[in-house]
């Protein structure tokens, strides 16, 4: 089957730069995904890698390196309002476009 | 903007009764999902459908069933509730092919089954 595994929890200063990993038990997918809960809310996306390396958007960046079945979301500049959960997916192409997720890593951001 | 409307936010239904969670897209989107959301767990895909009257059994498909009759509605059925589906029921959207498969989600339903 298939998994991906993130850290429950991760807590950073405001300012700040924090990575959240990504590992996953699974092959021939077609991209991971990143998307960001608050909570009460729904997920959101935030980016995509189909490829291997960086994907750069405003203080969010995306990793994935297949080889080593690992990816990461990193963030930047952190803000209080980044406090939320962010969940890694990935996708596969099966008729349609199948897509599981982790369970998940709340950030926690501090003053 | 796309749209993913859920019919219900909150519903409280009770044992062994029959319940229907509709979900409604307005962008054409080929792909549909239902998940449940439990702390902890993550998303758990239940089912997904990527044609009319198309669907796939997810990681979770034992006591729901799925109707998928137009492309803009997908309905997660629950044939008799359990107390054990008490949970958040999210539904998405995404296109078939595309760059990003990014898949744009409804507000949830939360479901309490009493």
């Known amino acids: 089957g298939q998994s991906l595994e993130q850290p429950s929890e991760v807590t950073a200063v405001e300012g700040a730069i924090v990575q959240i990993n990504c590992t996953y038990q699974?092959?021939?997918?077609?991209?991971l995904s990143w998307y960001q809960q608050h909570d009460g809310g729904a997920p959101t996306f935030l980016s995509y890698?189909?490829?291997?390396g960086l994907e750069e958007t405003g203080r969010f960046s995306s990793f994935l390196s297949r080889s080593d079945s690992y990816g990461y979301l990193l963030l930047q500049e952190l803000q209080m309002k980044d406090s939320a959960s962010y969940f890694c997916?990935?996708?596969?192409?099966?008729?349609?476009?199948?897509?599981?997720f982790g369970a998940g890593t709340r950030l926690f951001v501090k003053a | 903007d796309v749209k993913v409307t859920q019919s219900s936010r909150y519903l409280v239904k009770r044992t062994g009764e029959k319940v229907f969670l509709e979900c409604v897209q307005d962008?054409?989107?080929?792909?549909m999902f239902w998940y449940r959301q439990d702390p902890g767990l993550g998303l758990r895909l239940i089912y997904f459908?990527?044609?009319?009257?198309?669907?796939e059994k997810g990681d979770i498909p034992e006591g729901y069933s799925v109707s998928r009759e137009k492309k803009e509605r997908f309905s997660l059925i629950l044939e008799s509730a359990s107390t054990n589906q008490t949970s958040m029921y999210l539904c998405?959207?995404?296109?078939?092919?595309?760059?990003?498969?990014?898949?744009?989600f409804g507000q949830g339903t939360r479901l309490t089954v009493v």
């Open positions: 699974t092959s021939g997918f077609y991209g």
């Open positions: 459908s990527y044609d009319v009257k198309m669907k």
């Open positions: 962008m054409d989107h080929e792909n």
């Open positions: 998405a959207s995404s296109l078939r092919e595309g760059g990003s498969a990014e898949a744009f």
């Open positions: 890698n189909a490829l291997d």
């Open positions: 997916a990935v996708t596969w192409e099966t008729g349609g476009f199948k897509t599981i």
